[in-house]
């Protein structure tokens, strides 16, 4: 099973899937020939080195998936740019977040519907543990 994979990016490529019945664990790398400089929007295309991110995304059937993802460092080789290194940016993946996009957005569905408190037991039953703080922090950080 591909999982969600491509509908989360087209880009993304499983490299390994680990799973138990509680959990799943994704070690999944982007594909990019190229990225476009976050500082200039210059398209690089000189691979410095790699870097990884964990993050959850949404549940399989019930159990809370885990990503390990490999994003690409690159040159920027523009001359006027400041920034000489940087990780690709993935849109879906805002930077510091520890969980996808899309999973921030359920869970903030739920919590508009009711309280922190029972956001955390649903989602716990659903397959995305979060503690309600969390829960009060996505929504503070929605505004
Ligand atoms: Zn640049």
Known sequence: MDYALQSLDPRLELLERTETATDVHLHVHLRSPSAACPACHQTATRRHSA????FMDLPDTKRPVRMTIRLTKWFCDEPACSRKVFTEPVPWLPPRHRRSARLEEQIRLIAFTTSAVQTEKVCRQL?????????LALIRRHR
Request: proline share 8%; with cysteine.
């Open 127 to 135: 397959g995305c543990p979060i503690s309600n703080d969390a829960v």
């Open 51 to 54: 870097t990884t991110r964990l």
